[in-house]
């Protein structure tokens, strides 16, 4: 029983780790790209980066500056930054190993070939001219392992707890660029209106939003535009809607999940309620959000992870496939 639980502990936070390696990834490359076309004085600083990753406490700890060279290390490398690239991949190929019973041979090889690729590369993440390549075969490589789990593991129950982990993940980070570059844009902040919608542009491309931004949205980037695609769109893999709804699917493949069914549709409406949104700051309206997204993770470990809550009934729908 607590070898089921575990199994679809490791899936789900096998999927968060990957996503989020990948997603840290994007964040630099597009941090690193927008400043070489914005003016020094008004470029988005890159202790930014480590606003959005909710790590400036555990980087003063071990960094004195956040100039590019050490936010750079300590968001891709550091071994010491539970966060980092380096570090999420080691704890999605843990998770990977220790569940090789359930997941596809090549899933888990290229899981494994991916850290071992990352690690032997690390002088290209500390070059600037370097970093780029090295970043973008990450996105490259975990993108092909999401691909590879998806077009060759069963769609079963092990299946829709990688969809839960991913789609999660994915939900969070938007939530969080979006609120750190809404508020370094905010009307209150510096003048950088000549150049706001490139700005904007670089938070869709940290995504890979922006071709579907301008293929759906009828409108040049700005950020009421950008904010109401990242959240409310229902196409794009990456808004918060999507990832939302996606979830809500996979959970309809689970047995029980009633709390977490629920915890979503809270989400759902609060994403999609425009006018609360216009009414409240957005800085504040985020909070909401990542406090439902919290309290979604909290529901999925109630219902599947805490094995003192399971019941018999679940307990035997989860060996099923054992």
């Known amino acids: 029983m607590a070898m089921l639980s575990r199994v679809a502990e490791s899936l789900y936070w096998m999927s968060r780790y990957l996503e989020r390696a990948e997603n840290t990834a994007r964040m630099i490359n597009a941090n690193a790209n927008v400043m070489l076309d914005l003016p020094r004085e008004i470029r988005p600083s890159w202790d930014s980066l480590l606003t959005i990753t909710g790590s400036e406490e555990t980087f003063a700890t071990l960094y004195s500056t956040p100039g590019e060279s050490q936010v750079s290390r300590f968001l891709i490398t550091e071994a010491r930054n539970p966060g980092s690239i380096v570090s999420s991949l080691r704890?999605?190929?843990e998770n990977a190993r220790s569940i090789r019973d359930i997941l596809q041979r090549e899933g888990w090889e290229h899981i494994n070939a991916l850290y071992l690729k990352a690690m032997a590369r690390i002088p290209d993440s500390e070059s600037p001219k370097r970093r780029f390549a090295y970043l973008d075969d990450i996105i490259v490589s975990v993108q092909t392992v999401a691909g590879i789990i998806a077009g060759t593991m069963?769609?079963?129950?092990?299946?829709?707890?990688?969809?839960?982990?991913?789609?999660?993940e994915r939900a969070d980070m938007t939530t969080r660029i979006l609120d750190a570059r809404w508020i370094d844009l905010s009307p209150e902040g510096k003048d950088v209106t000549p150049f706001e919608n490139l700005l904007w542009m670089s938070v869709l491309k940290s995504m890979t939003a922006y071709h579907m931004y301008r293929r759906h949205c009828q409108s040049a980037v700005g950020r009421n535009s950008v904010v109401k695609f990242l959240l409310e769109d229902t196409l794009f893999p990456r808004s918060c809607h999507f990832c939302l709804r996606d979830m809500l699917e996979a959970l309809a493949h689970l047995p029980q999940g009633g709390c977490a069914r629920e915890k979503l549709a809270e989400a759902i409406a609060l994403v999609q309620d425009e006018e609360s949104r216009r009414r409240t700051e957005l800085h504040r309206f985020i909070d909401d959000l990542q406090i439902k997204l919290a309290e979604?993770?909290?529901?999925l470990s109630g219902c599947y992870f805490d094995v003192e809550k399971l019941s018999p009934r679940q307990n035997q729908s989860l060996c099923s496939n054992e």
């Open 91 to 93: 704890a999605a190929r």
């Open 296 to 299: 979604i993770h909290d529901a």
């Open 154 to 168: 069963s769609h079963d129950e092990a299946y829709e707890f990688v969809r839960l982990g991913c789609n999660l």
